[in-house]
Each structure stands twice: as structure tokens, then as C-alpha cells.
């Protein structure tokens, strides 16, 4: 699975960007999806994913303000209320079995990553 994001950019708080992850594969056998972003220097942080049945879970830190969505080969994340802390490089990523907290060596398919900065 190939993934590819963009929609990334720089924002003021309080405004929204939508992310958007391309897949070279169509999402829904069996995969599970979702959007981690790091910090520079600090650990992946998983912020929501979906399964292949449609379930989704949310970190708490964006619960309420990011709501995942897709399409067959596209998978969104709609981020509102914007705040500095959600400064980071974003990335969607796939596998088989993919949770929040799970290790990011586990998970094999990764994007290259789209950063957004909030000021």
C-alpha cells in the first residue's frame, strides 16, 4: 500500500486544514487506517484511527475538533479549532492492525508526512 498525503500548511488558531492520504490500493480489504503526527524530537503521537469496519477512536487531545472520513482510496482528516499545540509533521498510515498506541514499527505503510503549523 502505497500512501501519500498532503493538504498540510500553515494556519492561524481557531482555523481548520483538511489532511488528505491518498492510497494506491483500495482501503477496505481489510486494513485498518489511521493519522499519527510527531513532533520533531518527540514520539509519535496516534491521534485517531478507523478500522475496517468503519469504528473509529479518537486521542483525547483532538477529540471533538478531528474527524476522520474517507472514501475507497482516499482517507481525510478535518481538523477545526486549531491550536499551536497541534504543531506537527502528520502522517496517515496502514495495516492489518493499527491502534493509537501502538508502537510505530509495527505498523507497516507510512506516508511521507505533511506538516502543519499553527500560530
Known amino acids: 500500500v502505497q500512501l501519500v498525503e498532503s493538504g498540510g500548511g500553515s494556519v492561524s488558531a481557531g482555523g481548520s486544514l483538511t489532511l488528505s492520504c491518498v492510497a494506491h490500493e483500495d482501503l477496505y480489504r481489510g486494513y485498518c487506517m489511521g493519522w499519527f503526527r510527531q513532533v520533531k524530537g518527540k514520539e509519535y503521537e496516534g491521534i485517531v484511527v478507523i478500522d475496517s469496519d468503519g469504528l473509529t477512536t479518537y486521542a483525547e487531545s483532538v477529540k471533538g475538533r478531528f474527524t476522520i472520513s474517507h472514501d475507497k482510496t482516499i482517507l481525510y482528516l478535518q481538523m477545526n479549532s486549531l491550536k499551536p499545540e497541534d504543531t506537527a509533521m502528520y502522517y496517515c498510515?496502514?495495516?492489518?492492525?493499527?491502534?493509537?498506541?501502538?508502537?510505530?514499527?509495527?505498523?507497516?505503510?507510512w506516508g511521507q508526512g505533511t506538516q502543519v503549523t499553527v500560530s
Open positions: 498510515a496502514a495495516d492489518y492492525f493499527v491502534e493509537l498506541r501502538i508502537p510505530p514499527q509495527r505498523i507497516g505503510y
